[in-house]
């Protein structure tokens, strides 16, 4: 009988943990950020997620990092709607503590609009809002809308004289957006089955993250073409490129907003140039050390083996139809020259290699070889010689099929080797100007802001691409929007406010942990030449 009842007992005390686990796991941060996210329209490259708790406002009060990126007025203007709406007495009961979705919307010819989502706490009923119209003194005026959603409001907010639209969608989620049109593509929007617009991050990571940043890779050039009117900026490009999804935690640091996490390859989708690099294993960054001082932004790549990357290059251009092209071009200088030259040149290749533009516009190629003499012997026979370590490429296209779709901006470029490093430009000039900054040591790295900067990313990486945002302005005059620039120019505290930004990927199982840095300045004083 004993025996009987020690089996039962041991039994119930399984079926309560497997109960207890089951129920912890359907209510998981990840569960419940998926319920969420999903009903978000799939138009938003990137998503802020925190907790709507009064601790979580005050660790960011008075902190310029945030303001400064999304404009102390609009900062201000969602403070406003957090304490007359979401901190209403009424409300609060039922969104504090929930987790706070903050989705950007590009719209084509206007600007970014913002969409606020998150769920309620059980007990929720939309006739609450109902109450709150009834509410003395509250600052609000609610209103019905016609949506396609179950509920649809119209608040108007007295102190900013502004209307907020309120839709319900399935299982008490709400969105909320100062824009009508953006508040409806909500209410209509229905996530496509199979189909995920955004990564989670593992359970555990979410319940003890601050804030999390997701990102849509594939929805980021509707974004750079709103803020850029020179729709053909290689701003990000190869990252723009990349059919990928992005879940990062904030890693909380005063000066600087950094985000880490990882980036997954969408499967199914066509092979993009960043991809080739997921193969790879991470590779300590030496090359930006030589980037000149005038360096706007730049994209440094990292190879462990630089075989496979050849063949996978070949394989890329195999998918996409440029083989021909490729074996083409080769085989035309193997008949001319009698050099193997994809061979040769990939046995001198080193391990990393950048392209680089500077605040004059220049464009240039920085590629690592692991012996500057025997490539510049190579080069020399398939060149115009104008030095004796520089010539001009007699043929076309070189850079693009030796080392992948970043180089595409090098058509029939000039070159120079300085000690164990090829430099490609466009002109001469551009090469003369990089050989100056080299012979003088006039590199960005001798900069103490960068330096701090330079502390704060990863060591290793596969892809990187960096920004200096001072050295960039010219190029922002000349390319960006004027509403966008206007922007940058006059918010205080704003953009003018940072010293510079990065974004790294390094390789781990055919993905990439990745790595987000923005850092303000520690003066105000200028990069220096």
Not at 335 to 347: C, D, M, Q, S
Not at 449 to 456: E, M, W
Not at 487 to 497: M, R
Request: net charge positive; hydrophobic share 40%; proline share 4%.
């Amino acid at each position: 009988m004993r025996k009987h009842v020690l089996i039962t007992l041991i039994l119930l005390a399984l079926t309560a943990y497997v109960t207890v686990l089951y129920f912890k796991s359907i209510n998981s941060p990840e569960n419940h950020a998926a319920s969420v996210i999903s009903v978000i329209p799939d138009s938003a490259p990137l998503i802020f997620e925190f907790n709507n708790d009064t601790s979580v406002y005050n660790i960011f009060k008075g902190d310029t990092l945030f303001s400064a990126i999304n404009g102390k007025a609009a900062t201000d203007e969602l403070d406003t709607l957090r304490r007359v709406l979401l901190q209403n007495t009424i409300l609060s009961k039922y969104f504090t503590g929930q987790n706070l979705f903050i989705s950007a919307h590009p719209f084509p010819g206007r600007k970014i609009e913002l969409l606020l989502t998150l769920s309620a706490t059980k007990g929720f009923n939309p006739n609450v809002f109902n109450q709150l119209a009834k509410q003395p003194n509250n600052g609000l005026l609610v209103t019905m809308l016609q949506t396609a959603a179950k509920h649809s409001y119209g608040i108007y907010i007295k102190a900013l004289q502004k209307q907020f639209y309120l839709v319900e969608k399935d299982e008490n989620v709400l969105s909320g957006s100062f824009s009508l049109e953006l508040a409806q593509q909500a209410a209509n929007y229905k996530p496509k089955k199979g189909k995920a617009a955004f990564i989670l991050l593992p359970d555990q990571q979410n319940a003890n993250s601050l804030a999390n940043l997701y990102v849509n890779y594939s929805q980021l050039d509707p974004l750079f073409s709103l803020i850029f009117k020179n729709r053909n900026t290689d701003i990000f490009k190869s990252f723009r490129m990349l059919p990928a999804f992005a879940a990062l935690t904030l890693n909380y640091k005063t000066g600087a907003l950094m985000f880490d996490g990882s980036t997954s390859i969408s499967a199914g989708q066509p092979v993009a140039y960043l991809s080739l690099f997921a193969s790879q294993q991470p590779v300590t960054n030496r090359l930006k050390d030589i980037f000149p001082s005038t360096t706007a932004y730049g994209t440094n790549f990292s190879v462990s083996d630089q075989g496979k990357f050849a063949k996978d290059l070949a394989q890329l251009y195999t998918k996409t139809g440029l083989k021909s092209e490729s074996d083409q071009l080769f085989n035309k200088i193997q008949a001319e020259t009698g050099i193997n030259l994809p061979n040769r040149f990939n046995n001198l290749l080193g391990n990393e290699f950048a392209i680089v533009t500077t605040r004059y516009f220049e464009k240039l190629a920085i590629v690592n070889v692991k012996d500057g003499a025997k490539m510049s012997a190579l080069l020399m026979n398939i060149s115009k010689i104008t030095d004796v370590n520089s010539g001009q490429f007699s043929y076309d296209k070189l850079p693009f099929f030796l080392l992948g779709d970043a180089f595409s901006i090098f058509k029939h470029p000039y070159f120079l080797i300085i000690d164990n490093y090829l430099v490609l430009a466009n002109s001469a000039a551009e090469l003369k100007s990089y050989n100056d900054s080299y012979l003088n040591r006039k590199f960005l790295s001798k900069n103490d802001q960068y330096q701090q900067f330079d502390n704060l990313v990863a060591a290793q990486s596969n892809v990187a691409f960096l920004m200096i945002l001072k050295n960039a302005e010219p190029i922002f005059n000349r390319d960006m929007s004027d509403n966008f620039l206007q922007a940058l120019q006059t918010n205080s505290p704003g953009w003018n406010n940072f010293y510079a930004v990065s974004w790294q990927l390094a390789a781990v199982d055919r993905n990439f942990y990745t790595n987000f840095c923005l850092k303000l300045k520690t003066d105000t004083a200028m990069v220096k030449n």
